[in-house]
């Protein structure tokens, strides 16, 4: 296609000869920059017996490149105003700035020197080491961060969505500086480059600069790994004493390129997204069963996930389970409500208008939705389409999607299974 054929207005889109893409939101009415470089690059992609790598190779990009040391690289930054960061999913990995948009030039150069010539220095690997140590350590320590690793681990089990993203100590201690060059030569390849930017810019100059500065970038990296998961309804319980039971469930739902995926998100919207919400009011507000209680998707490019979070005591844990499970079998006999489909509408273009309103937010919007579907929404078109389900489409999707099952259930707390399910599931 050319370059803008069929794009909204203000959106636009370029392939330079190497293969990396270009895609990009211009909004006049701001006076900044938000860019990101969005590559196959992350948990899935390590080797098997070096999870973490993808985690912490994040850190050490930004530890120095053959020009300048870490300490120069901050001051460059600093000097300009520009903030930076690194994200490592499952599946993708993200390297972003924001920046006035008068420093734009100077900023990109900084990141062509980054992701073209780092050096993953010795002198600062055991020091990055150490804060992956400390957040594997927090993650152990901590059951609400913990529960949804054991749900994954089984949801996702067979494939490496089922990893850890910090990995474990030992494996994060045997990392060599080798290890993180070699990810770097194998995944950080032109063809392997999604370049997003939104904000005040001009375009042809973006496409320029970024032909000038990446242009010359040779090389190509695999295709990425299928994973396709076949979840199936499974239990698993890590004892721990204390006086809290958390409970994390997952079970497959619409993920971004289903046509239900927006009637997805009102269902999870009624179940468990804001107070006025099923369990919400069911779980927590009748019967004081938890201090927390949630419901949200979840989901990669091959699948998608309704997740329930809970958060109890070991004396309500069982009665807890109980009214949550009710209320997915409810949810999926009856459908939901004319009041309580309003209602989420009018919730869920709240929360896409107020996070599509800066920069960063739509650079990683459009990432996202190039990635999954290769379109660029605008903010209209998501709020036309959440506007555009019915009760009948969401009671249809809960037939192909069922909230009940298979389910993937985890728990941690001093609860056995017979005390915490017994025959809550027959």
């Given at each position: 296609m050319s370059d803008q054929q069929g794009l909204p207005p203000n959106y636009f889109y370029h392939k330079l000869p190497n293969g990396i893409e270009l895609i990009g939101q211009y909004m006049p009415s701001l006076s900044s920059i938000s860019f990101g470089f969005q590559l196959d690059a992350a948990v899935v992609h390590e080797p098997e017996d070096k999870q973490g790598l993808a985690h912490l190779f994040e850190y050490m990009l930004f530890q120095g490149t053959k020009t300048k040391d870490a300490r120069a690289l901050n001051e460059a930054f600093e000097s300009l105003g520009a903030r930076k960061g690194a994200s490592t999913s499952l599946e993708t990995a993200m390297v972003w700035g924001q920046i006035v948009n008068t420093k734009f030039d100077a900023t990109l150069d900084l990141f062509h020197d980054i992701l073209l010539n780092p050096t993953f220095p010795s002198s600062e690997l055991d020091q990055m080491r150490n804060l992956v140590l400390q957040e594997i350590r927090r993650r152990d320590d901590e059951p609400m961060s913990r529960i949804f690793e054991l749900v994954r681990a089984n949801f996702y089990k067979g494939t490496a969505l089922s990893r850890l993203v910090l990995g474990t100590d030992e494996q994060v201690r045997q990392i060599k500086r080798q290890d993180l060059r070699n990810f770097w030569q194998a995944r950080y390849q032109p063809n392997n480059v999604l370049f997003s930017i939104a904000g005040r810019f001009d375009w042809e100059h973006v496409v320029e600069r970024m032909q000038e500065l990446f242009g010359n970038w040779q090389g190509e990296a695999a295709p990425s790994p299928e994973q396709t998961p076949a979840p199936q309804q499974s239990i698993s319980l890590e004892f721990r004493e204390g006086k809290q039971e958390h409970i994390g469930m997952m079970v497959p739902f619409p993920n971004y390129t289903d046509p239900d995926y927006y009637a997805a998100m009102v269902a999870a919207e009624v179940l468990g997204g804001s107070m006025a919400s099923r369990l919400f009011v069911e779980v927590r507000e009748k019967r004081g069963l938890v201090y927390s209680v949630s419901a949200g998707l979840a989901g990669n490019k091959h699948i998608g996930a309704l997740r329930v979070y809970a958060g109890t005591t070991p004396e309500q844990g069982r009665e807890c389970l109980q009214v949550i499970i009710s209320e997915l079998r409810k949810l999926e006999q009856d459908g939901i409500t004319a009041d309580e489909l309003e209602r989420a509408k009018v919730q869920l273009k709240s929360?896409?208008?107020?996070?599509?309103?800066?920069?960063?937010?739509?650079?990683?919007?459009?990432?996202?939705?190039?990635?999954?579907?290769?379109?660029?929404?605008?903010?209209?078109?998501?709020?036309?389409?959440?506007?555009?389900?019915?009760?009948?489409?969401?009671?249809?999707?809960?037939?192909?999607?069922?909230?009940?099952?298979?389910?993937?259930?985890?728990?941690?707390?001093?609860?056995?299974?017979?005390?915490?399910?017994?025959?809550?599931?027959s």
């Open positions: 929360e896409n208008v107020m996070r599509g309103e800066g920069s960063g937010a739509r650079m990683s919007a459009i990432l996202r939705s190039w990635w999954y579907e290769r379109e660029l929404k605008t903010i209209q078109e998501i709020k036309d389409a959440i506007d555009a389900v019915t009760q009948e489409q969401v009671l249809s999707m809960l037939h192909r999607y069922s909230p009940v099952h298979p389910l993937t259930i985890a728990a941690i707390g001093p609860l056995s299974q017979e005390e915490l399910i017994g025959d809550t599931l």
